[in-house]
């Protein structure tokens, strides 16, 4: 059975290595401070203790206040899943460093978090829309995403 | 004299048979040889995750049916394991059973497809090996009527168990589709597996380390024809996977033909795990009682499964209201593009159709 690992035990591994970079955790995740989570990765990846070699997924929930990046790791070796956290700032321009150079996976779902979340990832390239067109307006899993008018109307009748 | 090549930029797709649905490759050419691919997707944004914010939890089901349309079985399953580990319920052990019975024989269902329109695209036997595929999945969707009413939106699967017991003409059909269908699956392998055509342009095309698979969170047959024997069913057992016995068949070369050749090894154990379900199951109630309106307690559930693409979840988050808060996709085959680019670099055009199939990805699941 897949063991999922404690935030409060993934914590306690990261204190040693990144002092300040654990915001909080409970039993099912850990808070890291955002500037750190790319660092963060890159060594859960690749510390033999860890092993984390597969991003399972990588999504976003917006609580108004803040934005708040979820980071499911895989290890296929030790068959253990972690919940990473990560919170972004501010309404106009959250962003954080993008771990796309951790795992390949996070390529395209980075993208679609920007997309339709509006949650920016820096120092990586090829930022663009997914899933939406090129010169669509807003990001429409926002909580306060409004449909914009039509610019036609249907004619009368029917 | 020599000759000089301009790079070509040609596009494929959105509508074209061969692309799965509504999927665009922008493809850049010297002479033959592909040196740049780029997909374009999102031509069948259906903004399902946005539209679940917006539904009472047992409403949503009918949304995942649309997601992966090949394999609504699955996507139900999903949906309503994330659903009982918010809410802390579990459903009757008959219910259990009929799910693994339905989505395994989903999966058959869906590999069949897969194999199908990877012969039909490699273009060898003018479609005969497509329709034999489809002739063997036209059972198994009279099966899901007589379980649900529906082939293919199914909406089978309910939060505490299923819509409801099978019929009585139900076992006589699975009966004899299991007596069938090994038949069925020597002669697919028969016609195919040594044909020279499909061994020479299939075999050794496009690999995919078992290094760079993990790394591009490839899942299911795609990571397991790289040499990765991962299945969820086998990490984290859920319903009763943990009942029956069936190996997870792996490959080396992670090329086309072995992404194919996993495909067809696991049609055989699904048939061996529906034969245990069968000498397992007993009578017993179905579905757990519990109301379909309800609100679950705060907090946030994730049941990863293995579906026949790959892993699927529903990351669901719950604010104590009727609906979800927050409802993530982790799709399969969205995942199975990331490594798009790598993958037809330095192949031509054919190749590229070729490995479209092998991937079987599903714009439905891709798009959301």
């Known amino acids: 059975m897949t063991t999922a690992t404690a935030g409060t035990a993934l914590a306690e591994a990261l204190r040693e290595r990144f002092p300040n970079a654990v915001q909080e955790a409970d039993a099912h995740a850990a ?3 955002p500037s750190a989570i790319a660092d963060v990765c890159l060594f859960l990846r690749d510390d033999p203790a860890h092993d984390y070699k597969m ?27 972690a919940l990473l956290k990560a919170r972004a700032r501010g309404r106009e321009s959250p962003s954080l460093p993008s771990v796309s150079g951790v795992w390949r996976g996070a390529d395209l779902q980075e993208r ?47 | 004299m020599t000759l000089r090549t301009e790079p070509v930029v040609v596009n494929v797709g959105p509508h074209h048979p061969s692309t799965h649905g509504v999927f665009r490759m922008k493809l850049t050419f010297d ?31 009918t949304l995942t049916d649309r997601l992966d349309y090949v394999s609504s079985m699955t996507n139900n399953q999903a949906y309503v394991l994330s659903c009982e580990r918010l809410v802390g319920i579990e459903p009757p052990a008959r219910g259990k059973y009929l799910r693994v019975i339905a989505a395994e024989l ?32 036209e059972r198994i969707l009279d099966m899901f009527e007589m379980l649900c009413g529906a082939r293919i939106t199914l909406s ?56 760079d698979a993990v ?115 982790r799709s399969p085959s969205f995942m199975s593009l990331t490594l798009f680019r790598e993958m037809l670099v330095g192949w031509k055009l054919a190749d590229a159709i070729v490995t479209l199939g092998s991937l079987d990805f599903n714009m439905g699941e891709v798009d959301r």
């Open chain 1, 31 to 33: 808070w890291i401070e």
């Open chain 1, 55 to 81: 991003l399972s997924s990588l999504t976003a929930v917006d609580y108004v206040e803040h934005f708040e990046v979820v980071y499911r790791l895989t290890s296929l070796s030790r068959n253990a899943t």
């Open chain 1, 112 to 158: 679609e978090v920007w997309d339709l979340m509006g949650v920016a990832f820096e120092g990586r390239p090829n930022l663009k829309r997914i899933l939406t067109w090129e010169g669509f307006q807003g990001h429409p899993l926002r909580r306060d995403y409004l449909e914009p008018p039509l610019p036609y109307s249907w004619p009368h009748g029917g």
């Open chain 2, 31 to 61: 002479g033959e040889n592909i040196i740049d691919a780029e997909p374009v997707i999102g031509y069948l944004h259906r903004g399902t995750e946005k539209l679940a914010e917006e539904r009472q939890y047992t409403q949503v089901i």
């Open chain 2, 106 to 137: 989903q999966r058959v269902a869906s590999h069949l497809i897969g194999v199908g329109f990877f012969l039909q695209e490699l273009g060898v036997f003018g479609g005969t090996a497509l329709m034999y595929a489809f002739r063997e999945r």
């Open chain 2, 156 to 211: 089978y699967m309910r939060i505490g168990g299923v819509l409801q017991d099978a019929p009585e003409e139900f076992w006589p059909s699975l009966r004899s589709f299991l007596d069938d269908m090994p038949g069925y699956a020597d002669e697919m392998q028969a016609l195919v597996f040594e044909s020279e055509i499909v061994r020479a342009r299939a075999i050794g095309v496009a690999p995919v380390s078992a290094e």
């Open chain 2, 215 to 329: 790394a591009a969170s490839f899942t299911g047959p795609i990571l397991r024809a790289s040499g990765v024997a991962w299945d969820w069913r086998k990490a984290a057992p859920y319903d009763v996977y943990d009942q029956v016995e069936f190996e997870v068949p792996t490959c080396e070369g992670g090329d086309n033909y072995d992404r194919f050749w996993v495909r067809m090894q696991e049609v055989r154990q699904s048939l061996r795990i529906i034969e245990q379900c069968c000498a397992q199951i007993e009578p017993g109630p179905v579905r757990a009682t519990m109301a379909m309106l309800f609100r679950p307690p705060p907090g946030e559930a994730y049941v990863p499964i293995e579906a026949p693409k790959g892993e699927l979840g529903f990351y669901l988050v719950s604010d104590g209201s009727i609906a979800p808060y927050r409802c993530h996709v």
